[in-house]
């Protein structure tokens, strides 16, 4: 239990393994681009006391390990980082000046619970690569 947090009346270690697909799965994700994406969701997740413990980005989808706080729902906490991931990434990475109807993600997310397996886990996350091979 060395590994658990608390807050003023819990005890908890609630981890998730989320993966978001971008919008019709068109390859997006590369190069520098790959790069700020990773820098705004590492940035959101600081933001809402989201612990970020692994992240890997594909051409077409990203896969996070996250710590997310009882305070704060699944669905809450995914539709924070799409939606404002989504904003950001248009703003800064591919400089688009009007903001209405654009979308980066699809609608719509993987999730499941990563329960006392964290190390299966991350070693998927991390060797994301070799397994499409």
């Not at 997310?109 to 964290?118: A, K, P, Q």
Request: aromatic share 10%; glycine share 8%; proline share 2%.
């Amino acid at each position: 239990m060395k590994d658990w947090k608390s807050i003023s009346h819990v005890m908890w270690d609630c981890k998730y393994h989320l993966v978001f697909v971008s919008k019709y799965r068109h390859r997006k994700i590369y190069g520098e681009i790959r790069k700020k994406i990773g820098g705004i969701i590492r940035d959101l997740c600081r933001q809402k006391g989201i612990e970020l413990h692994e992240g890997h980005a594909k051409s077409d989808h990203i896969h996070l390990l996250v710590s997310i706080p009882p305070k704060y729902s699944v669905s809450n906490t995914a539709g924070f980082i799409k939606g404002k991931s989504a904003i950001r990434i248009h703003r800064e990475v591919l400089n688009v000046k009007r903001m209405t109807g654009l979308s980066f993600w699809s609608t719509g997310y993987c999730v499941s619970t990563v329960g006392l397996d964290e190390e299966t886990i991350r070693k998927y996350i991390i060797e994301q690569d070799k397994q499409d091979e």
